[in-house]
């Protein structure tokens, strides 16, 4: 298989032009292809990261959201036992916090967050039962409403905004090890631009060489050739391999120097000949 490929490739004749357009063109469809390469894999990671970033970013406005309405809420019911009025609304409060909620259960998939995130709910729903005794506590004569607000429903508000911090310390971490993600991603983005980019300077290398030793070379010898055949005489003997129209040139400068010394062998021969005609002529003169 091998043997047939490059009989086939030895039959293609390549023109000097070809050749250096086609390692140009290879060193620039490399670089090119690389660049491509990066940039789409830097496309990927930054819309990818981005994402998960835009992500923790909107689940922190979210749980701060989440502890502001839980905040207020029990503000409300500290001022209601203050002024002793047990006549809450409590409708318009849980419906702000579980909008929130809503919309932070909908944005994590990852099994910790979900974990976060039951764990938030739980303590919401065990705060707003526990607050739901509020009224009795208020109008009971048996029941202090201080002591009833510290005893049980203040350990459960504590719990419910420990829930939170710590599903917000959760949403940092994960911001930072993404934000460490897409470091690594810018990095390994421009990997493929770094390599290509060695690559073709190894290729302009070779190419050099390789223009060095089959052009650059061979018209030195041909230049050199030249000159000895012009200033002394020496016959024009360079050959080497190939088949463009460098080998051409060289085998025209071969022709041609032949053809100019066999000029000069008859010029020479036709004043020699002349030089004997007239000596003769002149020594029958006399």
Excluded at 7 to 27: P, V
Aim: proline letters at 1%; hydrophobic letters at 40%.
């Amino acid at each position: 298989m091998f043997r047939k490929f490059s009989k086939r490739f030895k039959g293609i004749r390549l023109s000097l032009s070809s050749k250096l357009t086609l390692g140009l063109s290879a060193i620039a469809a490399i670089l090119l292809l690389s660049g491509i390469i990066s940039l789409l894999e830097y496309r990927r990671m930054s819309d990818y990261v981005s994402d998960l970033i835009a992500t923790n970013i909107n689940g922190i406005n979210i749980s701060q959201k989440l502890s502001n309405a839980a905040d207020n809420y029990n503000l409300r019911i500290l001022d209601a036992i203050g002024a002793n009025n047990p006549t809450l609304d409590f409708e318009d409060d849980n419906e702000v916090f579980m909008s929130h909620y809503d919309s932070l259960a909908t944005i994590f998939s990852s099994e910790e967050a979900v974990a976060r995130v039951d764990s938030v709910m739980y303590s919401y729903s065990a705060y707003m039962l526990t607050s739901l005794e509020m009224s009795y506590a208020v109008m009971s004569d048996f029941i202090d409403a201080r002591a009833w607000y510290f005893d049980r429903l203040q350990p459960r508000y504590s719990r419910l905004k420990s829930d939170i911090e710590k599903l917000n310390d959760m949403i940092y971490v994960e911001l930072r090890e993404n934000s460490k993600t897409f470091e690594a991603g810018f990095y390994r983005s421009i990997i493929p631009g770094v390599v290509s980019v060695g690559a073709g300077l190894l290729l302009v290398m070779l190419f050099l060489v390789f223009i060095l030793l089959y052009y650059v070379k061979p018209l030195k010898r041909m230049l050199g050739g030249l000159k000895d055949y012009r200033a002394a005489g020496k016959q024009y003997v360079h050959d080497f391999d190939g088949d463009d129209e460098l080998v051409e040139l060289n085998e025209g400068l071969k022709d041609l120097t032949e053809e100019n010394a066999e000029l000069k062998r008859r010029i020479t021969g036709l004043r020699e000949e002349r030089e004997k005609y007239i000596e003769s002529s002149s020594v029958s003169d006399i």
